[in-house]
């Protein structure tokens, strides 16, 4: 029942920088974040992301497959995504070489 069930963050709302200029990183940027998601059978998985400039959000369940992709996002939620068994999904966010986004995120189970 949904009333039983409660917000779990699984990522807590933090800020970050997506696209920064790092010499010591293959292609020299770093332009894609990726986060595990633990995830419990039944959860339904929902990513929120407030960004200055666009930015590609995409979550991937076990197997390695994209489920659900979204380009260009500058504000919205992705999901909820539902996981028919417990697994560690796998949320990638990222930007074009060369292009930078100050980003807020946050991710929940419920």
């Keep these: 029942m949904a009333i039983l069930r409660k917000r779990t963050a699984v990522i807590p709302v933090q800020t ?15 332009n894609v974040k990726t986060f595990p998601l633990p995830v419990r059978k039944g959860r339904s998985l929902s990513v929120k992301v407030e960004a200055d400039h666009p930015v590609d ?9 994209v489920i659900r992709f979204e380009e ?11 996981f028919e068994e417990k697994c560690t999904a796998a949320l990638m966010i990222g930007v074009f070489r060369g292009d930078k986004s100050r980003l807020e995120l946050e991710a929940w189970t419920e």
Excluded at 16 to 30: N, S, W
């Design 16 to 30: 970050m920088t997506v696209g920064e200029f790092d010499p010591m990183l293959p292609g020299g940027y770093d």
């Design 57 to 65: 959000v995409a979550v991937s369940g076990p197997d390695g497959r």
């Design 72 to 82: 260009g996002m500058t504000s919205g939620t992705l999901g909820p995504i539902v």
